[in-house]
């Protein structure tokens, strides 16, 4: 079983419309939780961090249940330069373990 | 540009070659990591160091590839006789101590002909 796991999509999305995935971590001693964004062939760089509070960044919303290991990402009011991949991070100490990844499209 | 940068970012290799990647952190970051990626998968942990010392090494890290940080700054990643399935990103990241954020360079993608 891998330790992250993520819905791949593809969620092909109108502008302006709001799309929400998530993902599932199988280690419970996880540290800290993150989405980081990949656009085509290009490195991973951080969207944000994720807490159990839950967190806005923008149109942007992170959230975490420890209990149930799950983390989402809602984005609200789709823009065409949210067409990325979105991976899902686990942190355990200093080692990272990343999804698949979720493909987002973004139409006009 | 002070983040972290990585070359080359391209190569291209035959069969049984050998190849070295550069990368070089941010520089008030003391810990550096290595990942690889494939097509349609997350990047995945291979090795990492703290300072010079390589505290480390995933399993998919076979005898053919060997990480060094001499001084404790930048790092290069050789791969001996390479094959096919080597062909991947590269990817190196850097954080400070403690920090669970890193920050990743641009990659190099290698090409196994």
């Known amino acids: 079983r891998k330790e992250v796991e993520q819905d791949p999509g593809p969620f092909n999305v109108p502008e302006g419309a709001t799309v929400a995935f998530n993902c599932t971590y199988s280690?419970?001693?996880?540290?800290?939780f993150f989405w980081y964004r990949q656009d085509c062939r290009k490195e991973p760089k951080l969207l944000m961090s994720?807490?159990?509070s839950g967190n806005e960044d923008g149109r942007f919303t992170a959230q975490l249940n420890r209990a149930s290991q799950y983390i989402s990402l809602l984005i609200r009011d789709s823009k065409l330069s949210d067409s990325a991949t979105y991976l899902c991070v686990v942190n355990n100490d200093y080692k990272l373990s990343f999804g698949a990844g979720t493909t987002v499209t973004v139409r006009a | 540009d002070t983040g972290v940068s990585q070359n080359p970012r391209h190569k291209i290799t035959k069969r049984g070659q050998n190849v070295t990647f550069r990368c070089d952190p941010i520089?008030?970051?003391?810990?550096l990591y290595w990942y690889r990626q494939t097509l349609g998968q997350g990047p995945e942990f291979l090795t990492y160091?703290?300072?010079?010392?390589?505290?480390?090494k995933s399993r998919l890290l076979s005898d053919r590839f060997s990480a060094e940080r001499p001084k404790g700054s930048f790092s290069t990643l050789e791969i001996q006789r390479t094959e096919q399935g080597d062909s991947a990103m590269y990817l190196c990241a850097s954080s400070s101590s403690g920090g669970a954020v890193k920050y990743f360079g641009p990659g190099t993608r290698l090409t196994v002909l």
């Open positions: 280690n419970s001693a996880s540290q800290s």
């Open positions: 160091f703290q300072n010079e010392a390589q505290l480390e």
């Open positions: 994720v807490y159990s």
């Open positions: 520089s008030e970051h003391n810990r």
